[in-house]
């Protein structure tokens, strides 16, 4: 059987994020670090996980992300960019 996942792309700045969204237990991984050891600041983190609260389904999907350029606020933007993304692309499936 298939893996059901979901994909997008997020930009900010100079920053580029590609996002896969995969059923899971709300696990972040970024250039296969956990969110955690790549990201210091907590309120950074916050963003990061922001789409996840506006859409009402934290902890139903892992994510997994590359992001390239720019700084790690930049950065940051463009992942949340991403998996904002890729959560419509879940949206529009669940119809």
Known sequence: M????????GRRK???ARVRLVPG??????????????I????????VKRPFEIAGCEGKFDVIATVTGGGYTGQAGALRHGIARALCEADREAY
Do not use: M
């Open 2 to 9: 298939a893996k059901v996942q979901f994909r997008g792309t």
């Open 14 to 16: 100079s920053s580029v």
């Open 25 to 38: 237990t709300g696990n972040i991984t970024v250039n296969k670090k956990p969110l955690d050891d790549y």
């Open 40 to 47: 210091a600041l907590e309120i950074v983190k916050r963003e």
